[in-house]
């Protein structure tokens, strides 16, 4: 009878070589971020503060103290606002961060295209009311597929 063996151990070939795991500036050991998340993270940052802003400015020029109001009343209307209140923002920091024309272009595409769906919902009477926290997922993961597609043109330090 031929006996035969296995290996106990995986080639070194196979085996990637150990991914350092760098301290913090304080000692503290912890993991850093990659530029692709790094930038992901900006990006989502100035998104939410776009959003705030947007529907904080957007309901105090219509005279309304609660956010659900507006929602019911203006659908159409706090949808678009809030694809600019996000997609400008975001091209301004990009613009400003140096990632050039072209990118800034696609990811104010990847934020502002993703409204359209909840737009034909609203104009369509399939909802009364703007689904706004359905667009703003939605265009977080346009902005991260967007990130992880062309990763080499927005991972690169700056």
Avoid: K
């Avoid at 996000?86 to 961060?97: F, K, S, T, Y």
């Amino acid at each position: 009878m031929v006996r035969t063996r296995a290996p106990t151990q995986a080639p070194a070939a196979a085996v990637g070589p150990a991914r350092p795991v760098h301290p913090a500036e304080d000692g503290t050991p912890g993991v850093r971020l990659t530029a692709l998340w790094r930038v992901f993270l900006q990006v989502l940052a100035v998104m939410v503060v776009g959003t705030i802003a947007t529907g904080l400015i957007f309901a105090s020029v219509i005279g309304f103290t609660a956010y659900e109001q507006v929602n019911v009343l203006y659908p159409a209307q706090i949808l678009l606002a809030m694809a600019a209140g996000m997609g400008i923002p975001v091209v301004a920091w990009m613009l400003v961060r140096g990632t050039g024309r072209r990118n800034a272009a696609e990811m104010a595409a990847a934020i502002v295209l993703p409204v359209l769906p909840f737009l034909g919902l609203v104009w369509f009477g399939v909802t009364s009311s703007a689904v706004c926290w359905g667009y703003r997922a939605t265009a977080v993961v346009a902005v991260l597929v967007l990130l992880r597609a062309r990763r080499g043109s927005y991972s690169t330090a700056r």
